[in-house]
């Protein structure tokens, strides 16, 4: 069992930042590769960025490429999205995913979720 738990979130200005952070625990050897959706009002999950465990590797949605930081750090078993020049279509409820493989869908455990707002 991982347990992912996501904080960070809020309320923020457009043009603005905010860093969500996703603390892992339990079976962390699972955590191989985490993601970052959203889901917006309306809309189903999207992906937004993946990391390997290393960091090496990184993959971004079009839409938040240039804007979003996608990060980890191992020995607090938590990974991190740095969100910069926030539109209001950013608005939506984040979640973390954890796996054993970097991919743009396939995560076998996620986090609960974060809201984020960006206003006009």
């Known amino acids: 069992q991982v347990l992912l738990v996501e904080s960070g979130g809020g309320l923020v200005q457009a043009g603005g930042s905010l860093r969500l952070s996703c603390a892992a625990s339990g079976r962390t050897l699972s955590t191989t590769a985490m993601a970052w959706f959203r889901r917006a009002p309306g809309k189903g999950r999207e992906f937004v960025a993946a990391i390997s465990w290393s960091g090496s590797n990184t993959d971004y949605a079009d839409s938040v490429k240039g804007r979003f930081t996608i990060s980890r750090d191992n020995a607090k078993n938590t990974v991190y999205l740095q969100m910069n020049s926030l539109k209001p279509e950013d608005t939506a409820v984040y979640f973390c995913?954890?796996?054993?493989?970097?991919?743009?869908?396939?995560?076998?455990?996620w986090g609960q979720g974060t809201q984020v707002t960006v206003s006009s």
């Open positions: 995913a954890a796996g054993s493989r970097f991919s743009r869908f396939d995560y076998d455990y």
